[in-house]
């Protein structure tokens, strides 16, 4: 059974940072693209960043652009998204997602991904 679940999430300073993982079971994450999206409240669900399947290349929202780092561990089969310098807008509710791609296809926060977890809160507060 292919699933993912996310770990990480809770509550910051403005100019913290958080680490959440993405562990993913029934499926090898190298042969997956996987990305990160959130949901504010009262806000529509957007993509933040995503690593492709096979040469991890990597793909990231203009608001997270130098402050967010995304990576893939084969070994532990997780998919982490480092956030740094959060600010109060980055407060959302996070969701990990998969979808099989063809091997070194560049990601794409765009189409449409097959499996979601059920996501961690962010809050960025002081």
């Known amino acids: 059974q292919v699933q993912v679940v996310e770990f990480g999430g809770g509550l910051v300073q403005p100019g913290g940072s958080l680490r959440l993982s993405c562990a993913a079971s029934g499926f090898v994450v190298d042969y997956y693209a996987i990305g990160w999206f959130r949901q504010a409240p009262g806000k529509e669900r957007e993509g933040v960043s995503c690593i492709s399947a096979g040469d991890g290349s990597t793909r990231y929202a203009d608001s997270v652009k130098g402050r967010f780092t995304i990576s893939r561990d084969n070994f532990k089969n997780t998919v982490d998204l480092q956030m740094n310098s959060l600010k109060p807008e980055d407060t959302a509710l996070y969701f990990c997602?998969?979808?099989?791609?063809?091997?070194?296809?560049?990601?794409?926060?765009?189409?449409?991904?097959?499996?979601w977890g059920q996501g961690t809160r962010v809050t960025v507060s002081s």
């Open positions: 997602a998969a979808v099989p791609t063809a091997w070194n296809t560049p990601c794409n926060l765009a189409i449409e991904y097959d499996y």
